[in-house]
């Protein structure tokens, strides 16, 4: 099993910053991979980014790519997600997902991911 435990979320000006962090506790990491998904008020939740821990492949949702850079950290384990040139549609609440030997396919859907953080609220005024 997977423990997440995300952090960095606030409030921010149109074109701020924020970096959210994710702490992933449990098992070995190897097979994983790391997502951020967001979920706004009244919609879906949606992918945003995703990282293989094992090879580093990175993976973007058109809207955010130029913005947000997804990476890993170590000591202890975390995912990464910084997010430039913040938009008020990126409000949402977000939530790190961990799956196991995620095609890549399946990596953009939620119900490929097994683990998950209680989320972390993104606000952006314009």
């Known amino acids: 099993q997977v423990q997440l435990q995300e952090s960095g979320g606030g409030w921010v000006q149109a074109e701020g910053s924020l970096r959210l962090s994710c702490v992933a506790s449990?098992?070995?990491?190897?097979?994983?991979?790391m997502a951020w998904f967001r979920q706004a008020p009244g919609k879906e939740r949606e992918f945003v980014a995703a990282?293989?821990?094992?090879?580093?492949?990175?993976y973007y949702t058109d809207s955010v790519k130029g913005r947000f850079t997804i990476s890993k950290a170590y000591a202890p384990n975390a995912v990464l997600l910084q997010m430039n040139s913040l938009k008020p549609e990126d409000t949402a609440v977000y939530s790190c997902?961990?799956?196991?030997?995620?095609?890549?396919?399946?990596?953009?859907?939620?119900?490929?991911?097994?683990?998950w953080g209680q989320g972390t609220q993104v606000s952006v005024s314009s």
């Open positions: 449990g098992d070995t990491l190897s097979t994983y991979t």
């Open positions: 997902g961990a799956g196991a030997s995620i095609a890549r396919y399946g990596l953009r859907r939620e119900n490929q991911y097994d683990y």
């Open positions: 990282i293989r821990w094992s090879g580093g492949t990175r």
